[in-house]
């Protein structure tokens, strides 16, 4: 959080640790020796998120969005992919970079097939953007300081109106390890010649719980949901369904997309770059590492305390086959997409309305992009309120360490990517120092004052550099790159539509049919 403004708060209780940097603080400290963070309790508190990052993203009103149109993981009226990029934007930052923790609650495993997916999700470098524009909400979305969803439990009986067709045909899915086993390969959905059976669903289903607590987990009470309750007790945010109905309905939403693209790209012959390929070929043996590391005798046994005694690694590698397949060759359609700028107008002019709601309007507002090195002075005198102090002797000395690093900038090559190597080799600023110092698409107000006021400054151009003094040190600035408000969102936009609209064409071509009556889930408790 250093190059941040740190009355970027929200209400709670204060806490021993810092939370800008989650240093360790001492008992009657609040200010954070590390970053120089004020940790008073106040009207508002710093947004807790690794990395630094920045955006003051209301976390109900991303899950509101991203279950009503987020799929493959969600059953939206529009099928979309998941939005993640491996360059972070101020909008994506919240959605899969920072995740809230479930607070120690999942096994080592369960964390451990998390990550895989995430390095798998991370290395795909495709123009996937982030949908800013999805209609208008049915309601307004509520904050996670104020609201607490009450968990509603319900006795998981068969109902006698239970839908065949939809995920309310059972009561509860749940069944013994030996009944789980006696049908994993019973087949309980088709999608074209596919077959998805009860061992995959198995995966798609548990990703889907681990996904969403991954994101929401220290909010899941806002939206009523308790991992100690089991799954088939509780009712969702969806009133008609409980969660273990909920999440099943997205598993297999999920599963559609997801296989109905891999198909697409191997009827059009689409060849995975061989760095995928090859993480695909090791997946197994990194696996059983992975196992290893987190005490299982074996990756079997990994897979079956996360998914269940119905999952086996087979089925965990054949959805990860499915899911890079398909995210792949998405991204490649999505780059294939060329947008006029005459386009991108007649689209924002169009939704004008909704826009405007938003408070976005068609003015000179930028986002920028920005790359800094951050140097923090050393030494300091730390007061009795935990205030650290300076003299100007060690400010100086850290003016001068920044300075010296700006001229071994101006003695070499001046570009952004010899920038960015000195920026992953001296800043001190985590949140941005392993991405050459990169923060992106960057709204006036975001940052603290002196480094906001450089990087807003009328003149400035791609390639500026230049020096600035904060209250964190001194940050040695790179001008990257400014785009407008309004023209960046509705670009943005506008390519989600036409990624639905592709998602939806490909899907359409293999009908899918769904046998609820045949599904099974094992059992996995959620808080051990």
Known sequence: MSVYDPEIRRNGELKMKCKACDAELEEGVTLCPNCGFDNRPGEKEVVEQPHDDVCETDVSEELTENTEADAPMGDAPEGTIPEESAEKTVEQISGDQGTPSVEGKLSAGKIALLVVLAVAAIAVVVALVVGGFKGKNTGEPTSPETTTVPVETTEPTIPADGNPDDATCKGTYTVTDDEILAQHDAV??????????????????????????????QY???????????????????????????????????????????????????????????????????????????????VEEMVRSDMGAGATLADYTQYMNDYYAGYLYYGSKMNEMDLSDEEIEAFFDKHAEDYGEK???????????????????????????????????????????????????????????????????????????????????????????????WCFDDGRKAGDYGLVQSEHGYHVMYYADSRLVWFTTAMQDLLTEKGNEFLNGVVAEYPMEMDYSAMALGLVELAK
């Open 188 to 217: 309980v959905a088709t999608l074209g010649d596919a077959k998805l059976t009860n061992g995959e669903l198995q995966v798609y289903y548990w990703m889907q719980v681990y996904d969403f607590l991954e994101r929401y987990g």
């Open 220 to 298: 899941a009470a806002m939206f009523g949901m308790d991992i100690n309750v089991p799954l088939d007790m509780q009712k969702s945010m969806d009133p008609a369904l409980t969660w273990q109905q909920f999440f099943l309905r997205e598993a297999l939403n999920g599963w559609k997309n997801y296989k109905a693209l891999s198909m697409k790209s191997q009827a059009e012959g689409f060849v995975m770059d061989k760095e995928y390929a090859d993480h695909l070929e090791k997946l197994p043996t990194n696996l059983e590492e992975t196992a290893q590391n987190a005490g299982f005798e074996s």
């Open 359 to 453: 408070g976005l309007k068609k003015d000179d507002s930028k986002l920028v992009d920005v790359r800094h090195i951050l140097i923090k002075p050393e030494g300091g005198t730390t007061g009795e309120n935990g205030m650290v102090t300076y003299s100007e002797e060690e400010w100086e000395a850290c003016k001068n360490a920044a300075q010296a690093v700006l001229d071994e900038y101006l003695a070499g090559e001046q570009t952004q990517e010899r920038f960015a190597e000195l920026a992953t080799k001296h800043s001190q600023d985590p949140g941005s120092a392993a991405n050459g110092g990169l923060y992106t698409n960057v709204g006036q107000g975001q940052m603290v004052k002196s480094f906001d006021e």
